[in-house]
């Protein structure tokens, strides 16, 4: 039940994002209680020669209806790992040290970005770097007319635009921001060069998995200086919300969260439920540490369908994208997300961000896992008790349902009680083999299908010492007898 509005992710590759057939604006939903959610992936493959490489670009739709009031959640992820050339650029990594992104981790001193020999650089790339590394010492030393100071004068509004994004980088307590050039700088006619800028960057701590861009940009090269004339936003998956808008944001224990001064109010106690979530989620981050902390935006309509290069539909309660295979940012709906909806939502996504770190790769049949454990965790977190039984009793009397668990992501044309009455499926069978075998044997029955890409019969007989034939059979048995 994917839409077909696309959007281009870096070179070939694209993205879709979901869109819920025939769904009307939430406010005038008659229809049956709502889908909890609706994932769908697939593999892209890699585009060669490219700067960006791709060696899985997995691409993941998400949405979810909320219950009160009504709206939905897209989750659409492109997982890829970016070669880096920061090694050979002269150029020291800003901001310290990284220790495993250990979560509460206090953020280390940041170290200097751009300390170089005394000798000054020569040609038109070193100074590009040079340039660069005294721009991101000035950001993490907080001198905003030091990072201004390679702006040239007649770049029009590039000091404004530059200067804003130094204030978001500040709220979000910017902690390492390392910048290299990308090849060589071409120069050009009329004493300008160009070049492509790769930047990793940390919030609030030293110790995260750094997210990445790529940017281009212009130079008027003039003797032996270099000023700026151009810095392009995120050339994939941009504009980032820092680079276009002016940010508030607070910071807790697990969760930074940002918005515009609009919607500042609302940062307390969004951020209190976020760090909720977080408390619960962390604890299931059992392949690795969870992230040194989530990064979550709260965008008003003037940022809903800017934020990312995501064209939302207004009844869409949020996004979460993955910017790394580990570092994955959410950006809520303010029209659509409040404090209450904020904590349930985000007991799911931050479920997704923790169990899906590090897999780059789409495997068969995985579907209901994907979803099936991120109801749980969210259902669990809650303390009450699973809230849309009326809609798996209605998809089960409607014949829809052939017996078979595994479900595989809706298909097109899928009705809403349809899609729900499949996630209430998936969640009711992991929730019986939790009770009957241990939420631990079902975390690895978890890894082994959806990380390792193990067959179900294999993992099953691993995990529970029982047949796929046999472990289905049994959840479909207690499916129906909920019936």
């Known amino acids: 039940m994917v839409g077909d509005a696309r959007r281009r992710a870096g070179g070939d590759v694209t993205a879709s994002y979901p869109a819920l057939p025939h769904q009307r604006a939430p406010q005038d939903w008659d229809g049956p209680t709502p889908p909890i959610g609706l994932r769908r992936y697939t593999e892209e493959p890699p585009k060669p020669g490219s700067s960006t490489v791709f060696r899985a670009a997995l691409v993941v739709t998400l949405a979810v209806l909320l ?14 790992e970016r070669s880096t050339v920061v090694s050979g650029q002269g150029l020291a990594g800003a901001g310290g040290r990284d220790t495993g992104g250990r979560p509460g981790a206090q953020a280390e001193r940041p170290g200097t970005a751009g300390a170089t020999a005394n000798p000054p650089p020569t040609g038109v790339d070193g100074r590009i770097r040079r340039a660069l590394a005294d721009q991101a010492d000035a950001l993490l030393g907080g001198d905003e007319d030091g990072f201004l100071r390679a702006v040239d004068p007649s770049a029009g509004g590039l000091r404004e635009d530059l200067a804003r994004r130094f204030g978001s980088l500040r709220q979000l307590q910017v902690k390492i921001w390392q910048p290299a050039v990308e090849a060589r700088a071409k120069t050009e006619a009329g004493g300008t060069a160009s070049a492509t800028v790769l930047v990793r960057y940390c919030f609030v701590v030293t110790t995260c998995d750094p997210m990445s861009l790529e940017a281009d940009t212009r130079w008027k090269v003039a003797g032996q200086s270099v000023t700026l004339l151009e810095f392009s936003v995120a050339k994939d998956l941009g504009p980032r919300p820092w680079e ?31 760090e909720q979530a977080a408390a619960l989620t962390d604890t299931f981050a059992r392949w690795g540490p969870p992230p040194a902390r989530y990064v979550v935006y709260l ?32 950006v809520l709906n303010a029209a659509r997300v409040d404090t209450k ?5 985000l007991r799911h996504e931050f479920t ?15 579907w209901w896992l994907v979803e099936g454990i991120a109801e749980y965790v969210r259902v669990k977190g809650s303390g009450k008790a699973f809230d849309q039984m009326g809609d ?36 009711l069978s992991l929730q019986h ?33 029982m047949s796929w034939e046999d472990v289905q059979a049994d959840c479909v048995r207690y499916v129906r007898g909920r019936n």
């Open 67 to 80: 219950l009160a009031p009504a709206g939905a959640i897209a989750f659409a992820t492109v997982r890829m």
């Open 244 to 274: 276009v808008s002016e940010l508030r944001a607070q910071v807790g224990n697990r969760v930074v969260m940002a918005t515009t001064a609009k919607y500042a109010s609302r940062l307390p106690s969004m951020l209190a439920a976020a």
């Open 299 to 330: 965008a008003g309509p003037d940022e809903w369908s800017k934020w990312y290069g995501m064209r939302q539909e207004a009844w869409v309660a949020g996004f979460a994208l993955p910017l790394t295979a580990s570092a994955t940012e959410i």
């Open 341 to 345: 909806q904020t904590l349930d939502v």
């Open 352 to 366: 997704h961000v923790v169990t899906l770190a590090g897999v780059e790769k789409a495997y068969e049949h995985t």
């Open 392 to 427: 798996v009793r209605t998809y089960l009397r409607s014949g829809h349902w052939k017996g078979d668990i595994a479900l595989d992501d809706p298909p097109e044309g899928a009705s809403t009680a349809d899609v729900s009455g499949r996630y209430g499926v998936a969640y």
């Open 433 to 465: 083999l939790a009770d009957r075998f241990g939420e631990d044997r079902l975390l690895d029955f978890f890894d082994a299908t959806v990380r390792q890409g193990h067959p179900l019969d294999d993992s099953a007989r691993q995990a529970f010492s």
